[in-house]
C-alpha cells in the first residue's frame, strides 16, 4: 500500500497528532511544523515541505498570524489539499489557570508551573502583601461553569472555518471524563477523537488502541480529576538577579501548601507581579480578579 504524505503544522498538538495517525499505517508523515517556533525565514524550506505532502493538516490560525506562508488561509489557498484542524482549546476544566504576560517586556512570566499561574494563588499573595484590598473569591462553581460555558462557545467560533471539529466531543464529556491537562493540552482521549474524526474524513478505519499520553507533562490545580490529590507536577526553577525567574526543564513535584509557598516565593522576587495594571492574562474571562 502506498502511503500518502501527510504534513501537520500546529501548536504542541501538532506532533501527537502526526505521530497517532502515521500509527496507523496510511500515511508517512513529514516532520510536523510548530507555529509558535516558525519563522518568516523558513519560509523556502516550509514550502518545499508543503509541496512534498499529498494532504496538509493545518491548524486554524488568525489572518494577521505572523508568519504569512503558515497561515490556514493561505495554505487552504496554497495547496490542492488542505484540511483544517482548531486549536484544541478549552478552560473549562482548569478554570483558574491563566498564562500571564507583562506588557512592557511582552514576555510570559513563569514560576513552578512554567508559564502558568492560578489565580486563586495570585490573589492571595496580593491580598497577603496588602496590594488588594479583599481576596478575590469568587463562588467556584458558578465561575467554574461561566468559564465552560465561554471556552466552548469561543472554540466553536473558531472551528467555524474547519473541516474537523471537536467542540461537540468536548462539551460531551468534560463534566464526567478529564480531558485536559491544561487549557491547550488535551488528554489522549480528545486527541484520539480528533484523528479519529480526520480518518473518518478520509474515508479510513479508526486509530489502533491506546492510552499513552504526550500532553501530561503539567499537573496543574483542576475541576477534574486532580483537585484532592497531594501533589501537582512543575518544574524547578531558579531566582536571578534583578528579579528574574528561570523556570528550568527538571520536573518537580509540589503538595498544595508547596505549590502556593512556590509561587509566592516566585511573586515577591520579581517585581513586575506588583504592577497588576500591567498584567495581560490568557486567556482572559469576565470577572478574573475582579
Not at 92 to 106: K, L, N
Request: glycine share 4%; net charge negative.
Amino acid at each position: 500500500m502506498t502511503k500518502l504524505k501527510l504534513l501537520v503544522t500546529g501548536n504542541c498538538q501538532a506532533r501527537p497528532v502526526a505521530t497517532l495517525l502515521e500509527a496507523t499505517g496510511h500515511f508517512e508523515c513529514l516532520p510536523p511544523i510548530i507555529l509558535q517556533l516558525a519563522k518568516t525565514t523558513e519560509k523556502e524550506a516550509h514550502l518545499f515541505r508543503i509541496s512534498e505532502a499529498d494532504v496538509v493538516l493545518a491548524q486554524n490560525t488568525n489572518d494577521n498570524f505572523p508568519v504569512p506562508h503558515l497561515r490556514s488561509s493561505v495554505l487552504r489557498q496554497s495547496h490542492s489539499n488542505v484540511l483544517i484542524w482548531p486549536n484544541v482549546f478549552f478552560s473549562g476544566q482548569q478554570p483558574f489557570i491563566r498564562y500571564m504576560t507583562h506588557i512592557a517586556t511582552a514576555s510570559r512570566l513563569v514560576g513552578p508551573i512554567e508559564a502558568l499561574h492560578d489565580l486563586r494563588i495570585f490573589s492571595r499573595w496580593l491580598y497577603s502583601r496588602g496590594l488588594i484590598k479583599q481576596p478575590w473569591q469568587p463562588d467556584e462553581s458558578t465561575f467554574s461553569r461561566t468559564v465552560a460555558d465561554r471556552s466552548i462557545a469561543d472554540l466553536m467560533t473558531r472551528e467555524a472555518d474547519c473541516d474537523i471539529m471537536i467542540s461537540d466531543f468536548i462539551a460531551e464529556h468534560a463534566r464526567t471524563e478529564r480531558l485536559f491537562f491544561t487549557f491547550n493540552h488535551p488528554s489522549r482521549r480528545v486527541l484520539n477523537e480528533l484523528c479519529n474524526r480526520f480518518m473518518a474524513h478520509q474515508n479510513l478505519a479508526y486509530l489502533p488502541d491506546g492510552t499513552a499520553e504526550y500532553l501530561d507533562r503539567y499537573l496543574v490545580p483542576s475541576h477534574w480529576g486532580n483537585e484532592c490529590l497531594a501533589t501537582y507536577r512543575g518544574n524547578d526553577f531558579t531566582l536571578g538577579d534583578e528579579g528574574t525567574v528561570t523556570a528550568l526543564g527538571t520536573e518537580r513535584l509540589y503538595s498544595p501548601d508547596e505549590l502556593q509557598a512556590a509561587f509566592f516565593e516566585v511573586y515577591d522576587h520579581n517585581p513586575l507581579y506588583r504592577d497588576m495594571e500591567s498584567i495581560r492574562l490568557t486567556p482572559q474571562f469576565a470577572g478574573d480578579l475582579e
